[in-house]
């Protein structure tokens, strides 16, 4: 894997694992997928900043979690035939658990992007730039193990709107339909947090 830079604010980070660490899919997965062959993997969105907003809010870890994001990158091969075969294969690994996984390879999200989401996307060069255009800063994070195997976040936009519970349009986004359904999505499920208008967000 190549691994990004490393994030400035160590607290922030240790506090994010912490917190993403109490909901116990998290951990499970984690463990599991250090020591997978997986090629650069990487957990995103929703099971862990939505694990966040459940703790800072006293809730159960797991609430209005609906499925567990996970990015891996391989553009060796941009076939659907060669990622099915990984996603079955996570699926083997995770036989049991009762984990509801996605798993997708950002090599190849280009390819399908436009059709699903009615918009161009220009094709990635890392599992990360696909968290750099995440509708929201609050929801822009992953979860990889570094070289080490120790848990590292990947946090292109900082902790402060994740832990203030503020949703705002990421500047790099497209799709403000897909903004405000989103938003629409989690203001019920967290009625605490505030979301920007897509208009005001910059």
Same mark, same amino acid.
């Given at each position: 894997m190549t691994f990004p830079a490393p994030q400035i604010n160590h607290e922030r980070e240790a506090r994010f694992i912490e917190l993403a660490f109490l909901n116990p899919n998290n951990r499970l997965l984690f463990d599991r997928l250090k020591a997978f062959d997986l090629p650069n993997w990487t957990l995103v969105s929703g099971c862990l900043f939505q694990t966040v907003w459940n703790v800072l809010g006293g809730r159960d870890p797991l609430a209005g979690i609906k499925d567990y994001d996970l990015f891996y990158f391989d553009d060796t091969d941009l076939s659907w035939e060669a990622e099915d075969v990984w996603i079955k294969r996570v699926d083997v690994l995770l036989e049991g658990t009762g984990i509801p996984i996605e798993t997708r390879n950002q090599a190849?999200? %280009? =390819?399908?992007? $436009? *059709? %699903?989401? !009615?918009? *161009?996307? &220009? $094709? =990635? !060069?890392?599992?990360?730039e696909g968290i750099d255009r995440f509708l929201s800063p609050a929801c822009a994070f992953g979860l990889y193990a570094d070289e080490d195997g120790e848990p590292r976040v990947y946090a292109p936009f900082g902790y402060d709107d994740l832990f203030e519970r503020v949703v705002r349009r990421n500047e790099a986004a497209k799709g403000? !339909? %897909?903004?405000? &359904?989103k938003a629409e999505r989690w203001k019920s499920e967290w009625p605490e947090i505030t979301v920007v208008p897509w208009d005001k967000a910059l």
């Open positions: 190849r999200v %280009h =390819l399908w992007y $436009p *059709d %699903h989401f !009615g918009v *161009d996307y &220009a $094709p =990635l !060069g890392t599992q990360f403000e !339909g %897909h903004y405000y &359904a």
